[in-house]
């Protein structure tokens, strides 16, 4: 097949069907790793600033050593490799409902798969996170009632575009503090949005969490010659 164009994995989930297709960008001439659920882009190999700043902006707000992680959707992995930059964190749990996407890491046919897959502090645990985070048990099925230093999302699209009706009640009041109850004292929720700032979402946050801020994280995007940028809200309990 082509280096131009190839679709490494198609399957149908619960959720629809999920591909993973790599393709050449011939004005960069790199190799571009996509993931569509359905008709509809989840992901791109070729914008992953706010993926990387998901962690960075979360993990600077904690001042202590010894960190443990949770990551709320695997995707490509940028947010996770991103964590794993950090000489502080001591693990990293990664909630991914997919199995399909777990399965790519672990078959190593995505650019970060070794980085997650052979690093001991990093562990990919299949589960539907926002299941977990409803589970008094909490997000690691080995250790029930774990707390974390920090717990970053990034699954749906924006808190008003959700990929599951189900995943709604996460982004009130009741789900956040729900979530909140899976923190130490101190610890940092971060979450990766499509969309601008979203005020409304900022006080939702702001009910439940002491510090709660929307940042702008910009990019160039070389596919419109212009800019283009996301939003990463980071709230502290």
């Known amino acids: 097949m082509s280096r131009r164009f190839e679709e490494i994995d198609w399957r149908e989930t619960p959720i629809g069907a999920i591909s993973l297709r790599r393709r050449l960008d011939p004005a960069l001439d790199v190799d571009v790793y996509e993931v569509k659920l359905d008709d509809e882009y989840l992901m791109s190999s070729l914008f992953t600033v ?42 990293l749990t990664v909630v991914e409902a997919l199995g399909e996407v777990i399965s790519w890491h672990r078959q190593g046919v995505l650019p970060l798969a070794a980085r997650l897959t052979e690093d001991p502090r990093c562990r990919l645990v299949r589960g539907d996170f926002f299941a977990l985070v409803n589970d008094p048990a909490g997000l690691d099925p ?86 283009a940028a996301n939003t990463v809200y980071v709230a502290g309990r």
């Not at 706010?50 to 940028?78: F, I, K, M, P, T």
């Open 50 to 91: 706010a993926e990387v700043e998901l962690a960075r902006l979360a993990l600077a707000e904690l001042h202590e050593a010894d960190l443990d992680v949770v990551v709320g959707g695997l995707g490509l992995g940028y947010t996770a490799g991103a964590v794993l930059d950090d000489p502080r964190v001591r693990t």
């Open 142 to 227: 080995q250790t029930p009632g774990r707390r974390f230093h920090a717990i970053l999302v990034d699954i749906d699209h924006t808190p008003r575009h959700v990929l599951n009706p189900s995943h709604e009640v996460f982004y009130t009041p009741a789900g956040l503090r729900r979530l909140a109850a899976h923190l130490r004292p101190g610890g940092v929720f971060a979450l990766w949005s499509d969309d601008p700032p979203d005020d409304d979402f900022t006080a939702t946050l702001a009910e439940v969490f002491p510090t709660a801020r929307a940042h702008v994280v910009r990019f160039a995007n070389h596919l419109t010659g212009g800019e």
